[in-house]
């Protein structure tokens, strides 16, 4: 089954507005396309579309946090980040207001709109503000969760959603809690740590890693910060070797963080697969996808070379 | 003038003139800050604060607050001394401005100063921040109103014009926009550095409702608040002319003020002339 990210997050914003009357939703002139527009529908004076000004929705947001409110600011993750990094930086992380922030055609998830409107350093934009919270859902059910999850939590968060439609890998019981990774495949030759759609592909790599007689664990590590540390630990003193895939830029995202971590903690081999200090292209999102190396022909490569490397 | 409105405006303006005091007492302390800002800005947070801010220093997070937001962050030491003459805030403080210890960090920090709602010191960001808590208000039901000082030199940032469209489209009359038009910037005047052009006319072609006083006419001042309160079909800017260093000879409309701190000598000169 696959279902496009946006919509599950637009019907989910309608479930969470019905939950919690101080949830309010701002949008910059692209309702139609975050899909915030279903709580609009709904919720008409919980709704607004600021215009094409991504520095004052940040800042209006953390106004409406100063009131009390819980604001979901979108826009799209690559002008949102780009234009409101100070605002986010000073007006919401150093002023430590609950503001969710959305960036929405993360990755190569927007397809033939090409490189400037493909996110692909958002993580690492996010990641390094003391205080935020950076997420990425698996799917559009961990989304639902995921929305859920970030009202009831008080502080700055960042959460990528994606525009094209993903595969659905988690179930409507899964757990689904900010900081606590989900070992989603048992193994023990290798560790996969992904993140949002490349979750899919590293199962696809497990099963055919399978076929080799290689055992891979894979982690949905759905929040990028705070990382699951522990969780990281027990996989890999079990496996020896570690591959991180994520739609994103290999600096500074999820395999950054992974690396900062294991580095100075556990130091074991490990590959990082992800979009090769590059920008993105016009095409398809799987033509994308296969030139920036987000393919699970890439994890499974990734994979073979660090058990190799193990001792 | 009525009696009662005479009195507010005695009050504020003994409040200004132990603000100004405190300010050079700060940077001097402290050997940095940026006085001649604060200067030009004191008249107006005294009888802003005096005369229109409804708040609780025993609790400075009520619910039902009026906001104020220091966009130009850098003039803190004015907004401190206005906190110390409403209660958040005591004099014995002056101390740790711009100081690893206590509540006074170098620019406005909502973590950690009571009666400041919100961290500032990269410039542009405080009207936005203001809009925000307006259509909040406006969600509620309430009469809360935002005001927001904005620098002069701060003008030159996008997001405040970002900030006034929106105001204006949401026709936020509980949002009142100050511009401490002291006509000095880091680098020297204005008009030398980047002209603002027609500043009232730019304010009014944005849908603004627009006054423009002297901000160091007190009856002035109070009239202009009075007014932005009257005002219902959207937000209101008081452009405030208004003298860098304002009250220390030394200091008036000279833009080496604008971040120096007064040595020893310099603050008893000063203190003086205040007296």
């Given at each position: 089954m696959m279902i496009a990210p946006r919509e599950a997050y637009g019907k989910a914003l309608v479930e969470l507005g019905k939950e919690n009357k101080d949830v309010v939703v701002l949008d910059a002139d692209v309702a139609k396309a975050s899909m915030t527009i279903?709580?609009?529908?709904?919720?008409?004076?919980?709704?607004?579309?600021?215009?094409?000004?991504?520095?004052?929705?940040?800042?209006?947001?953390?106004?409406?946090?100063?009131?009390?409110?819980?604001?979901?600011?979108?826009?799209?993750?690559?002008?949102?980040?780009?234009?409101?990094?100070d605002q986010i930086r000073i007006s919401v992380c150093y002023a430590n207001k609950n503001v969710k922030i959305i960036g929405h055609n993360i990755g190569a998830s927007s397809g033939k709109d090409g490189p400037t409107h493909?996110?692909?350093?958002?993580?690492?934009?996010?990641r390094a503000f003391p205080g935020m919270t950076v997420i990425e859902p698996v799917d559009g059910i961990e989304i639902k969760k995921a929305v859920k999850a970030l009202a009831q939590h008080v502080g700055p968060a960042y959460m990528r959603v994606g525009r094209l439609p993903i595969p659905v890998v988690t179930k409507?019981?899964?757990?689904?809690?900010?900081?606590?990774?989900?070992?989603?495949r048992s193994g023990s030759d290798?560790?996969?740590?992904?993140?949002?759609?490349?979750?899919?592909?590293?199962?696809?790599?497990?099963?055919?890693?399978?076929?080799?007689?290689?055992n891979a664990e894979v982690i949905n590590m759905h929040t990028i910060k705070p990382l699951d540390k522990e969780a990281i630990l027990k996989s890999v003193e079990k496996?020896?070797?570690?591959?991180?895939?994520?739609?994103?830029?290999?600096?500074?995202?999820?395999?950054?963080?992974?690396?900062?971590?294991?580095?100075?903690?556990?130091?074991?081999?490990?590959?990082?697969?992800?979009?090769?200090d590059r920008f993105g292209v016009c095409g398809s999102y799987e033509e994308i996808h296969q030139v920036l190396g987000l393919t699970s022909e890439k994890i499974i490569e990734a994979a073979k070379d660090v058990i190799k490397a193990k001792k | 003038m009525s009696q009662s409105m005479e009195q507010a405006l005695q009050e504020a303006k003994a409040v200004a003139k132990n603000m100004r005091k405190n300010i050079l007492v700060m940077t001097n302390r402290a050997k940095g800050g940026h006085p001649g800002g604060c200067l030009s800005a004191t008249d107006i947070l005294a009888v802003l604060y005096k005369c229109y801010m409804r708040v609780d220093p025993k609790n400075p997070r009520w619910p039902g607050r009026d906001y104020f937001f220091l966009s130009k962050g850098h003039a803190v030491p004015a907004h401190y001394a206005v906190l110390i003459e409403t209660g958040f805030l005591s004099k014995d403080e002056l101390k740790d401005f711009r100081e690893i210890e206590g509540r006074l960090p170098a620019y406005p920090s909502c973590e950690i100063t009571p009666g400041i709602d919100m961290s500032s010191g990269s410039l542009g960001q405080g009207l936005s921040v203001a809009n925000g808590t307006a259509l909040a208000a406006k969600l509620n039901g309430t009469d809360q109103r935002a005001y927001v000082m904005l620098g002069d030199g701060e003008l030159h940032e996008g997001q405040v014009w970002e900030a006034m469209m929106t105001a204006a489209h949401f026709k936020l009359n509980n949002v009142c926009a100050i511009v401490d038009y002291?006509?000095?910037?880091?680098?020297?005047?204005l008009d030398e550095v980047k002209t603002l052009g027609d500043l009232r006319a730019k304010w009014d072609s944005f849908g603004w409702h627009t006054i423009e006083i002297d901000g160091h006419d007190y009856e002035q001042i109070y009239n202009a608040f009075a007014e932005a309160i009257a005002f219902k079909d959207g937000p209101t800017a008081i452009i405030a002319h208004t003298?860098?260093?304002?009250?220390?000879?030394?200091?008036?409309?000279?833009?080496?003020?604008?971040?120096?701190?007064?040595?020893?000598?310099q603050l008893q000169i000063a203190l003086k002339e205040l007296s």
């Amino acid at each position: 089954m696959m279902i496009a990210p946006r919509e599950a997050y637009g019907k989910a914003l309608v479930e969470l507005g019905k939950e919690n009357k101080d949830v309010v939703v701002l949008d910059a002139d692209v309702a139609k396309a975050s899909m915030t527009i279903l709580f609009k529908e709904v919720f008409p004076e919980r709704f607004f579309d600021l215009g094409i000004a991504e520095s004052d929705i940040i800042g209006t947001g953390a106004g409406f946090a100063v009131a009390g409110k819980i604001p979901f600011v979108n826009a799209y993750a690559n002008f949102l980040l780009g234009n409101g990094w100070d605002q986010i930086r000073i007006s919401v992380c150093y002023a430590n207001k609950n503001v969710k922030i959305i960036g929405h055609n993360i990755g190569a998830s927007s397809g033939k709109d090409g490189p400037t409107h493909l996110p692909l350093e958002d993580i690492a934009l996010t990641r390094a503000f003391p205080g935020m919270t950076v997420i990425e859902p698996v799917d559009g059910i961990e989304i639902k969760k995921a929305v859920k999850a970030l009202a009831q939590h008080v502080g700055p968060a960042y959460m990528r959603v994606g525009r094209l439609p993903i595969p659905v890998v988690t179930k409507e019981d899964d757990e689904f809690i900010i900081g606590k990774a989900n070992t989603i495949r048992s193994g023990s030759d290798v560790t996969i740590i992904a993140c949002g759609v490349m979750v899919s592909k590293a199962l696809a790599a497990a099963e055919a890693l399978s076929g080799e007689g290689i055992n891979a664990e894979v982690i949905n590590m759905h929040t990028i910060k705070p990382l699951d540390k522990e969780a990281i630990l027990k996989s890999v003193e079990k496996t020896g070797a570690v591959v991180t895939a994520e739609e994103h830029t290999v600096i500074g995202g999820l395999g950054g963080a992974v690396a900062e971590f294991l580095a100075c903690t556990k130091p074991l081999p490990m590959k990082i697969v992800g979009s090769q200090d590059r920008f993105g292209v016009c095409g398809s999102y799987e033509e994308i996808h296969q030139v920036l190396g987000l393919t699970s022909e890439k994890i499974i490569e990734a994979a073979k070379d660090v058990i190799k490397a193990k001792k | 003038m009525s009696q009662s409105m005479e009195q507010a405006l005695q009050e504020a303006k003994a409040v200004a003139k132990n603000m100004r005091k405190n300010i050079l007492v700060m940077t001097n302390r402290a050997k940095g800050g940026h006085p001649g800002g604060c200067l030009s800005a004191t008249d107006i947070l005294a009888v802003l604060y005096k005369c229109y801010m409804r708040v609780d220093p025993k609790n400075p997070r009520w619910p039902g607050r009026d906001y104020f937001f220091l966009s130009k962050g850098h003039a803190v030491p004015a907004h401190y001394a206005v906190l110390i003459e409403t209660g958040f805030l005591s004099k014995d403080e002056l101390k740790d401005f711009r100081e690893i210890e206590g509540r006074l960090p170098a620019y406005p920090s909502c973590e950690i100063t009571p009666g400041i709602d919100m961290s500032s010191g990269s410039l542009g960001q405080g009207l936005s921040v203001a809009n925000g808590t307006a259509l909040a208000a406006k969600l509620n039901g309430t009469d809360q109103r935002a005001y927001v000082m904005l620098g002069d030199g701060e003008l030159h940032e996008g997001q405040v014009w970002e900030a006034m469209m929106t105001a204006a489209h949401f026709k936020l009359n509980n949002v009142c926009a100050i511009v401490d038009y002291n006509k000095l910037q880091l680098d020297g005047s204005l008009d030398e550095v980047k002209t603002l052009g027609d500043l009232r006319a730019k304010w009014d072609s944005f849908g603004w409702h627009t006054i423009e006083i002297d901000g160091h006419d007190y009856e002035q001042i109070y009239n202009a608040f009075a007014e932005a309160i009257a005002f219902k079909d959207g937000p209101t800017a008081i452009i405030a002319h208004t003298i860098k260093g304002k009250g220390v000879s030394f200091m008036e409309d000279e833009v080496g003020w604008h971040a120096a701190a007064p040595s020893d000598e310099q603050l008893q000169i000063a203190l003086k002339e205040l007296s």
